[in-house]
């Protein structure tokens, strides 16, 4: 396992706005990490300061490169799929190909040629005509195919429907990680990512409220389901949020131990869209 990101005191701010405010941030290799947070919490602006694409202050470096100065260097292992990103509408899919393999030493054109062939995006296709979810599909594979250490995607599926986020999630496990590559996923649809992520990330107003291997939410995190009089008792200790359920609450603790809650009713382990809401959502930002 090796360090891929280590950033101390990362700031930017636009005026008065801390987009990302004071964050410390270690990525390790071998990583799939869900970098969660509301609309304008600063994820696109902390990705950017680590691809060297915005000013930032603190320190930070990508596998030990510092972007702000090495940018060109580092780019040649890293992939980012911008939100924004757009296709050259005017080309042909395989002039698109033809693109990247000039421009890109570390592209594997026959990989992304079978990709596409277990999709509906012709070669032959221009890329006006294709449905949106299908140009993120060649957006896919075109990114799948470069041979980086490090993809950054930054809300990838945005305006995709269920089947062709599912499929996307999917083929990115499946045909792309290798366990020791990284890669950070930036999206609101907590639900569709959780079960393909080692770690996630919950960013709001510019820091992180959390950041966490999967694996050990269960150990700090604990959902209790209180039904009648239990629920006074339960509310009585220290939650990070609490939701209304038939018949009573189900409350999350963080750092709380099981025999205290037991007596109290079901214990499980909250879903990540619980937590998030709870952490960000309705819990501590909102009391
Ligand atoms: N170039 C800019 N100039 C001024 N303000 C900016 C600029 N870029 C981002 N911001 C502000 O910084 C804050 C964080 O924006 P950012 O795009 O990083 O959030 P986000 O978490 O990616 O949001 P979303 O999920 O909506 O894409 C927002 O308040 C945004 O308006």
Request: include cysteine; proline fraction near 3%; hydrophobic fraction near 40%.
């Amino acid at each position: 396992m090796e360090r891929i990101i280590e950033a101390r005191g990362l700031s930017r701010s636009f005026g008065q706005l801390n987009a990302v405010d004071n964050v410390d941030l270690t990525i390790n290799s071998g990583s799939v990490i869900g970098l969660i947070g509301p609309n304008g919490a600063g994820k696109t602006t902390l990705l950017r300061a680590l691809l060297g694409l915005t000013d930032c202050e603190g320190t930070v470096t990508v596998m030990g490169r510092d972007p702000r100065t090495e940018r060109a260097r580092l780019m040649q292992e890293v992939c980012f799929m911008a939100d924004t990103a757009v296709m050259p509408r005017w080309m042909r899919v395989e002039q698109a190909l033809d693109y990247v393999t000039g421009v890109h030493p570390r592209f594997n054109r026959q990989q992304a040629e079978d990709f596409l062939a277990t999709t509906d995006v012709g070669l032959k296709r221009k890329i006006s005509d294709l449905s949106k979810g299908m140009t993120v599909q060649l957006h896919l594979a075109l990114v799948m195919a470069i041979d980086a250490r490090l993809l950054i995607l930054d809300e990838p599926t945005l305006g995709l429907d269920i089947l062709f986020r599912k499929r996307f999630f999917e083929q990115l496990l499946n045909d792309y990680f290798d366990g020791e590559r990284t890669i950070i996923i930036s999206t609101h649809q907590v639900e569709e990512v959780q079960n393909i992520l080692t770690e996630v990330i919950f960013m709001d107003e510019g820091r992180l409220i959390l950041q966490q291997p999967m694996l050990s939410l269960e150990d700090d995190f604990i959902e209790l389901r209180a039904v009648g009089e239990n629920v006074k008792r339960a509310e009585e200790i220290p939650h990070v949020g609490k939701r209304s359920i038939l018949g009573g609450k189900a409350i999350i603790y963080e750092g709380v131990g099981r025999e205290l809650l037991a007596p109290l009713g079901e214990l499980t382990t909250p879903s990540v869209s619980d937590l998030f809401v709870a952490k960000v959502g309705g819990g501590q930002r909102h009391g």
